[in-house]
């Protein structure tokens, strides 16, 4: 929940415009570039996500090829050293 509420802050601080003049500092917040940070990750969980998948199945496979298919017995022990 923390890091939720830290990335939350992250982004808005992300949407923000800061100009600093003689008179003062300003503050503008950019809804289009908040916009564009949390499309951008959200893909870039949705690549992670992917990508974690991708690995969860190649190890699955590696898994029922060194087993009989249910994960009980060696199948061809000899040659899946």
Known sequence: MRYLIAASAVLALAACNVNKDENG???QY???TAENAVADVSN???????H??????????KVDARTDGDGDAPANAAENK
């Not at 974690?52 to 496979?61: G, L, Q």
């Open 44 to 50: 870039t969980a949705g690549n992670i996500a992917g």
């Open 52 to 61: 974690i998948s991708n690995d969860v199945s190649e190890t699955a496979d």
């Open 30 to 32: 950019d809804q289009n």
């Open 25 to 27: 500092v300003s503050v």
